[in-house]
């Protein structure tokens, strides 16, 4: 089961990036994927997941109404389309897998992706 996160890179604030979350391995529709970050000197959180069967997601207060979670399960990919990017966006995103459950708590993930850094600045 291997997750790959792609797609960050530096962005001015206003800007948008769109992260991918491509999975080998494993089929990827029978999971709840979820996206966090973590900024350096802080605990990793959860930003967004989506369901494996209705399409359901769930956004953090931070990022609602700016980032948007998608799945393509024939490209066996989440995607997680930023908008609006602020500084305090600034942190390595992961993507993470749960098979069961709900909800964006770090520890009830299983797998998890290497990460893909992105940088809000002027």
């Known amino acids: 089961v291997q997750l790959q996160a792609s797609g960050g890179g530096l962005v001015q604030p206003g800007g948008s990036l769109r992260l991918s979350c491509a999975a080998s391995g494993f089929t990827l529709a029978y999971y709840v994927i979820g996206w966090f970050r973590q900024a350096p000197g802080k605990e990793r959180e959860g930003v967004s997941c989506v369901s494996s069967s209705d399409g359901r997601t769930y956004y953090a207060d931070s990022v609602k109404g700016r980032f948007t979670i998608s799945r393509d399960n024939a490209k066996n990919t989440v995607y997680l389309q930023m908008n609006s990017l602020e500084p305090e966006d600034t942190a390595v995103y992961y993507c993470?897998?749960?098979?069961w459950g709900w909800g964006l708590k770090v520890r009830e993930y299983a797998y998890w992706g290497q990460g893909t850094q992105v940088t809000v600045s002027t």
């Open positions: 993470a897998a749960r098979l």
